[in-house]
């Protein structure tokens, strides 16, 4: 047991970092509630059996995919991102902080994702194509699993799904994965956007012939009324970023892709290699989704962490008061303004956070300057351009190694003798489809402001 154990309670330590939460400033959470994952088996809200389904569909559509996203095809259909070392910017990360950490650090490229170039693709696609699906088999289109998905690419099958709208509401990513999919099988699409969404996406969405409504309001505000809008019309299928099932499961098909890819590269994942993983964290989807994805196939040799930005510390918020989405950053006093734009939620998902309580290991926030220097430093030493949003996990090693409740981490989950042979994975969430001029201006103001 450590020392701090011994003299701190957990409400303690709790009470403190809610302090520390309430001044902005950047904190390290364990998460008191966690239960070994082997007694959560078995008693999961979301089975393997959800999970494989959710494989097995995207599978089935993987024909379609190709036959209409020529940035598919090398990979047959599947939308999925590399993943690579990125050794230069570990250097980097190490001298800033003055620290030094073993094993590899990856960077998983889910900026470069198909289709939308953000980690939204995994859950939004997959929510549009199985409800196109379910559609069309209502409509008995389709003769049975095996039929070839290829005839959603015919007219027939697009006239069919013109009758049908889509609706989302979100700060831009979630519309444009969504809406350019939905777009393809021949949904009109109506996308509500928060006032954070950026221009570009707007009219790269309006390009596509996408509705889009504008909201001079928060995330959430943009979500009531695209919801409210999508219970008024009964061919309206809504979207919901804060309580669907549907986004989560599509998101948590990535781990046995990731698992694959570990393979490939010879990277051992068991107790005595434990696998360390930092995802930015919005309303909480695909942090959520892919770790429990992963902690289906790795149990707890696979450590988890979300990232949020310290004025939008939402899931964090939620999880440590237990009031999960009852609570929100305003409710702190916080003001939910951030740099980090596609992480700006200030009220978590119900579902998410419920589903993570037992489950979750761990979070962190930092600074919109510690965001920044992430953002140039990646770009300067791997020419790696990210959005705001995504550098979030990059900042994953400094908390765990530095902070005291990041060492209290290792120590209580007997890391100590294994940092040796632990692999690092910062999940990059989105910037390729940003255009050259934005990732531009990211960058000078990210460099003005470190
Ligand atoms: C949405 C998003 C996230 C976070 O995902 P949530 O499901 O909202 O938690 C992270 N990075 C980027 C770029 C995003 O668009």
């Not at 959710?54 to 379609?64: H, V």
């Not at 889910?110 to 409800?131: C, F, M, N, Q, S």
């Not at 300067?380 to 996990?393: H, L, R």
Request: aromatic share 10%.
């Amino acid at each position: 047991m450590s020392i701090e154990s011994i003299s701190e309670t957990r409400e303690q330590i709790n009470q403190k970092i809610l302090g520390d939460i309430r001044n902005r400033k950047p904190v390290f959470w364990e998460n008191d509630s966690h239960i070994p994952f082997k007694n959560l088996k078995g008693q999961l809200d979301v089975s393997v059996l959800e999970i494989k389904d959710a494989e097995a569909r995207l599978k089935r559509f993987a024909p379609f995919i190709k036959a209409v996203f020529e940035d598919t095809e090398a990979l047959d259909g599947l939308i999925e991102s590399p993943i690579s070392e990125i050794g230069q910017f570990k250097s980097t990360l190490e001298n800033n902080y003055d620290f030094s950490f073993p094993g590899k650090m990856l960077l998983k490229r889910d900026d470069l994702l198909p289709i939308a170039g953000t980690i939204k693709a995994r859950g939004a696609i997959y929510e549009v194509l199985r409800h196109a699906e379910a559609l069309a088999f209502e409509e008995k289109l389709l003769s049975g699993y095996d039929d070839d998905y290829g005839k959603f690419a015919t007219k027939a099958f697009q006239d069919f799904f013109k009758q049908y709208t889509v609706v989302v509401g979100t700060t831009g990513n979630l519309g444009i994965s969504s809406g350019v999919m939905s777009a393809k099988i021949g949904f009109n699409v109506q996308v509500h956007m928060s006032h954070e969404a950026k221009q570009w996406k707007k009219d790269y969405l309006r390009s596509h012939g996408v509705q889009v409504i504008e909201h001079k309001t928060n995330f959430t505000e943009a979500v009531d009324q695209g919801r409210q809008s999508a219970l008024s019309d009964p061919y309206a299928y809504f979207i919901d970023d804060e309580h669907s099932i549907q986004l989560f499961l599509g998101y948590t098909t990535a781990a046995s892709r990731l698992e694959r890819q570990l393979k490939e590269q010879q990277i051992i994942v068991d107790e005595d290699h434990p696998l360390m993983v930092y995802l930015p964290c919005g309303v909480g989807g695909s942090p959520g989704g892919i770790t429990y994805g992963l902690k289906q196939i790795y149990g707890d040799n696979v450590h988890c962490f979300f990232a949020q930005p310290t004025h939008v510390p939402s899931m964090l918020l939620g999880l440590i008061t237990k009031k999960f989405a009852d609570i929100s950053v305003y409710d702190f006093g916080i003001d939910g303004l951030t740099v980090m734009d596609g992480l700006a939620v200030p009220r978590t998902s119900q579902i998410v956070a419920k589903l993570m309580s037992g489950i979750f290991d761990g979070g962190y926030t930092l600074t919109d300057e510690e965001s920044n220097r992430l953002l140039t430093d990646l770009k300067d030493v791997e020419d790696i351009f990210v959005e705001p949003a995504a550098t979030a996990g990059l900042m994953g090693p400094q908390k765990l190694f530095t902070t005291t409740a990041g060492k209290n981490y290792l120590i209580h989950n007997n890391l100590m003798d294994k940092v040796d042979h632990m692999t690092h994975i910062a999940w990059a969430t989105g910037g390729s489809m940003v255009p050259a001029d934005e990732q531009k201006l990211f960058y000078e103001k990210a460099k003005a402001n470190q």
